[in-house]
Structures are given as structure tokens and as C-alpha cells.
């Protein structure tokens, strides 16, 4: 602050006022009060009281702070400096690492974050050794790096999932389920799904793939669309991610589907998906309304085989990255050339799809006809269909937003 402060001036004589106004204030306003305590956590609890009326220090800071102390005493030179870089490491995760030291701890316990920072028993939340208050023993000291070191993978594999790194975040899925996971987790920021996402990296590639296939279509639904209750959430799904953690081989999907199932009966309810749907618009839910296309080419193939069992990808439905992908009006969203009839649908789900930029350069603002060609070439299949409409207006809109929540319905539907 006061290198601020310095720079700032331009001159000598203004640098020297700024300093003398700060120190005739340090002399003059400031009280210096020596506080003692008998024991090292009651002096950490007598700073964290204080601090709450001052400058924040993050959680991670106070973690740090303790596991130096107790720890560095009875650590070679080079341990120390190993567990200081690995806070180094922690401490740089943006844009906040309590918000992944809160996710990790999830994640890593089933158990929602939500002591507070004040408590004597938050240092022994994550690391169990510091519980006693004392200095620790050589051994325990060491173990505590080792700790350390694999909470800072734990956060910084979270993050990447967050920011739509997949195999960075230590899961093995498919190219479709990826990009359908990153969309939710990067774009939609459903991150309260963070904790039972890292856990599933503990069962095989199979069941990761079909615990994913099923919670992200639940999160959509529940955080995105009817944005329910996630500390309930949280609560009915932490003994799932200490079974997923600890004991994979008894972990059932049938078993999280029943969970999930009762979730959206109580807060996120079929009535309310319905109408949930018919009210997304373009001009206040693009995001939402690429997912739901996205989600449409996907399971097409399966919806259109009679949708037997668990909505899943099959062929020839190919990835796309949803990100990349540009809505498109089918009728022109200009209300001149639409005309009045189709004003009402115009920026609903039945009159928009999915473009590369390359075709949507080339669709530009024209009427249907001058489209069709280029629906009919696209690799999507949404879009072949599209083309096989001789006119667009109005009543195929209509006919094609009914489809579609139809189809959506069913896929958002946890009841096999």
C-alpha cells in the first residue's frame, strides 16, 4: 500500500508528505493491543475472531498458516519447502481455492462443507493430525506433507473438471459424454455436482460413463431449469459418494437413480419440467436452449428405436462440441419476413437449431427455403429432419416445440 502510495506522488516533496501524513497517523490513530494465550489453536482462535472485522484470510491461508507451524518445526529442509510449494499451488487456483477446498472436502467426505472458520475444529476437518492442537511428531509431520500434496491434486483436478477438462479431472468417458459433461460443468456452471463427479473417478470407465449419462441429464433438470434445493441435494447424495469413494464394488446406479428420482418428485416435478420448457426463450436462455438441441441429436437414435430403457447415445449420432455450435432461426428472426403468425414462436424451442459457424454463415437471415439445402447436407440429424419439411411457418413450429418437449420429457425422465 504505501509503494502505492509512492508511486503515485510524481515528486519528491508529494512523496514526502505521503509518508509523513502516514506516519503521523500511525503515531496518532493506531492502538497496538498484546494479547496472550496459553495454547498455540487459542491463539489461532483469538486471530480468526479478530480478522472477521478486517481484511479476509481465505481458508486455505488459515490451513496453511496452521500446517507450517505445527508441522515445519519437525520437517528437513527440503519437506518444508515441499509442503510450501504445495500451498504455493493451492493458494494460485483461481479464482478462489476456498471454493474448491470447500469441493474437495465434499467430495473427499460426502459431508457438506459448513463449519465455521472460527471453530477450533477446522483445521482437523482436512487434516486429521492437527486435531490435537500440539506440535506434531516427525512422523506425523511427514504424513501431513503427503496430505497436503493430495489435496492440492484433489483441488486442482476439480478445477479442471469445472473448467470442462475432463480427462484433466481424471475421468474416462466418452468423446460425446465429455463434451456433454464440460457444456454442464463450463457453460451451465453446474458445479454443486463437482463432489460425486470426482468421486465417480473411483469406478470403472463403464460405470462412469452411465453415472455420468444420468446426473448430468438430473442437473439440467434440477439446477438449471427448476433451480431446486442443493443443499438437499448435497445432504441425500454424501452417503453415495462415500460408498462410490470407498467401497465402488457395492455402488448400484439403480441405487443413485432412486435418490435422484425422489429428488424431482419433490422439487423438480414433471408438471414443472413441462412448463419449464415451453418458457425457455432465445433472447434469455441461449445456453439452455443449445443444451436441449444438443441433448435432442444425441439420444435421436435411441428415441427414435422406441426408447427402450436408460436414454443413451447410439448410432450414427456423432460429438459435437456444443460450445462451438451457433442457434439458428429457422424461420428469420426479423417479425417483418416472419409474419404475424409465427411472432409468438419465433424465438421458442420449435423454431431454433443447431449450426456450425460455417453453416450458419451461409444460412445468414434467409427464408426456410434458401436453408433446406444446407439443413439437408448438415451431419446433424435434427437438422435432416428439418429439411424434410417442404414449408416452414407457424404450425410446423408448433408441431416441432411439441415434438421436442415430448422427446425432451422423456429424456429428462429418471422412471425406466
Not at 4 to 29: K, M, P, V
Not at 278 to 307: C, P, R, T, V
Not at 350 to 364: C, F, I, K, Y
Request: aromatic content about 6%; charged content about 25%.
Amino acid at each position: 500500500m504505501l509503494q502505492e502510495r509512492r508511486d503515485a506522488t510524481g515528486s519528491h516533496e508529494r512523496e514526502f508528505n505521503a509518508l509523513n501524513q502516514f506516519y503521523a497517523s500511525a503515531l496518532e490513530d493506531w492502538e497496538v493491543v498484546h494479547i496472550e494465550a496459553n495454547a498455540p489453536e487459542h491463539a489461532s482462535l483469538i486471530f480468526r475472531v479478530l480478522n472477521n472485522r478486517g481484511l479476509p484470510v481465505s481458508d486455505c491461508d488459515l490451513l496453511r498458516a496452521t500446517t507450517m507451524e505445527r508441522a515445519g518445526q519437525r520437517l528437513e529442509a527440503a519437506e518444508r519447502d515441499q509442503l510450501a510449494a504445495a500451498w504455493r499451488e493451492i493458494g494460485g487456483i483461481a479464482p478462489n481455492p476456498d471454493d474448491y477446498l470447500v469441493l474437495a472436502y465434499q467430495a473427499r467426505t460426502g459431508r457438506r462443507f459448513n463449519i465455521a472458520r472460527t471453530s477450533t475444529e477446522f483445521e482437523a476437518m482436512h487434516f486429521e493430525e492437527l486435531a490435537s492442537g500440539e506440535l506434531l511428531g516427525a512422523a506425523d509431520a511427514r504424513a501431513l506433507v503427503q496430505r497436503v500434496k493430495a489435496l492440492k491434486v484433489d483441488m486442482l483436478k476439480i478445477r479442471a473438471l469445472a473448467e470442462g477438462n475432463i480427462v484433466g479431472g481424471g475421468l474416462n468417458l466418452s468423446q460425446v459424454m465429455s463434451d456433454r459433461l464440460a457444456y454442464t460443468l463450463r457453460d451451465l456452471k453446474q458445479h454443486w455436482i463437482l463432489p460425486l463427479v470426482y468421486a465417480a473417478q473411483s469406478l470403472h470407465a463403464d460405470h462412469q460413463e452411465r453415472l455420468m449419462c444420468v446426473l448430468e441429464r438430473f442437473a439440467f433438470r434440477y439446477g438449471v431449469l427448476a433451480r431446486a434445493r442443493i443443499a438437499e441435494y448435497d445432504r441425500k447424495i454424501g452417503p453415495m459418494i462415500t460408498k462410490i469413494r470407498d467401497t465402488p464394488n457395492e455402488y448400484r446406479l439403480a441405487d443413485l437413480e432412486a435418490i435422484l428420482r425422489d429428488l424431482l418428485d419433490r422439487y423438480a416435478t414433471t408438471d414443472a419440467l413441462e412448463r419449464q420448457l415451453d418458457g425457455l426463450d432465445y433472447d434469455k436462455n441461449k445456453k439452455e436452449l443449445k443444451y436441449l438441441l444438443a441433448i435432442s441429436e444425441f439420444m435421436s437414435a435411441w428415441y427414435n428405436g422406441q426408447a427402450n430403457g436408460r436414454p443413451t447415445v447410439m448410432a450414427p449420432n456423432v460429438s459435437i462440441d456444443i460450445r462451438a455450435m451457433t442457434l439458428e432461426h429457422v424461420s428469420p428472426q426479423n417479425p417483418e419476413e416472419a409474419g404475424v403468425e409465427m411472432l409468438p414462436h419465433l424465438h421458442k424451442l420449435g423454431n431454433l437449431t443447431l449450426l456450425s459457424e460455417d453453416e450458419n454463415n451461409r444460412a445468414g437471415n434467409r427464408p426456410f427455403h434458401n436453408k433446406r439445402a444446407i439443413l439437408q447436407e448438415s451431419r446433424l440429424q435434427i437438422n435432416q429432419v428439418l429439411a424434410e419439411n417442404d414449408e416452414w411457418g407457424a404450425d410446423q413450429a408448433r408441431a416441432r416445440q411439441e415434438a421436442l418437449r415430448t422427446q425432451a420429457m422423456r429424456i429428462f425422465n429418471l422412471n425406466f
